[in-house]
């Protein structure tokens, strides 16, 4: 038996139109799982549908600031073994521009999201009971920030914390939260970050990872063992990611 093996196993993958999400959930699919996807761009989530190996895969558009589309999705899903929480924004903004606008637009979907959503995955008893891993992903730059990050990294602290609790709370259920903590990697984020920042900003970056920028395949592999049975004993973690 491969501890690593999914089959059998039913994951639910948030940001999966894109980056990170769409990676993890086609690596899924490679390791056996039936995988059902969301994020809210429909033409790039059919895309990463069409990338996912087997069948009986799922695909729901939402978008997760809205509790209204969280309770569509939520009442759609069938009983999850495993959830990805891979959505985010990247927004720099240095702390003396930082307004309340900045704070809620960052918290409403690299924070409240993920926590609304496993609200509603739990009030409707969607997490099957010891057979369910849950997996955040968060930043390495809660441990080394950079600067501009205030809010974003602020968020990824929160949900860390946020985790850390869940995982106490949930172990009775069997259900198992852990976080992944990258550092850069090759997705839009980051093209993002060379627009809205500087290519000279990324290049830096790129300079201090000893290992360089991440493939989206490297943040993948490592939520493939959160998911799988070979973590059966881990909980409460975060894995740092860190290119060295
Ligand atoms: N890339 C990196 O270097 C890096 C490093 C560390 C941590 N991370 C974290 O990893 C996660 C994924 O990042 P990524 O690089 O894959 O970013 P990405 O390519 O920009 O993907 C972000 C995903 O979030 C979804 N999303 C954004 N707003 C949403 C909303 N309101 N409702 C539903 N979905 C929404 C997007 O969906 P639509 O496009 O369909 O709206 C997209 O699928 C983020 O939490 C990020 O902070 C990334």
Not at 104 to 113: L, N
Request: net charge neutral; with cysteine; proline share 3%.
């Amino acid at each position: 038996m491969n501890a690593f093996n999914l089959a059998g196993k039913t994951i639910l993958v948030t940001g999966a139109s894109s980056g990170l999400g769409r990676q993890t959930a086609i690596t899924a699919s490679e390791y056996g799982a039936t995988v059902v996807i969301t994020g809210r761009d429909t033409n790039r989530l059919n895309e990463t549908f069409a990338a996912l190996r087997g069948e009986g895969h799922q695909q729901f558009a939402a978008d997760l600031t809205i509790q209204a589309d969280i309770d569509r999705l939520v009442a759609n899903l069938p009983l999850l073994n495993g959830v990805v929480y891979s959505t985010g924004i990247s927004d720099l903004s240095p702390a003396r521009f930082i307004s309340s606008e900045t704070i809620a637009k960052t918290f409403r979907i690299s924070f409240d999201a993920s926590v609304l959503l496993t609200a509603a995955l739990l009030g409707k008893k969607k997490l099957a009971k010891n057979q369910c891993s849950l997996v955040f992903i968060s930043s390495i730059s809660t441990r080394y920030p950079f600067v501009g990050g205030a809010m974003y990294i602020s968020a990824k602290a929160a949900l860390e914390a946020y985790a850390r609790v869940l995982a106490l709370e949930l172990a009775p259920k069997g259900i198992r939260v852990n976080c992944v903590a990258p550092a850069f990697v090759r997705t839009p984020m980051l093209d993002e970050t060379a627009t809205n920042y500087s290519q000279e900003a990324v290049n830096m970056i790129e300079a201090r990872q000893i290992l360089g920028l991440g493939d989206p395949e490297d943040v993948a592999n490592s939520i493939v063992y959160y998911l799988a049975d070979a973590s059966k004993w881990v909980s409460a973690t975060s894995l740092i990611l860190g290119g060295g």
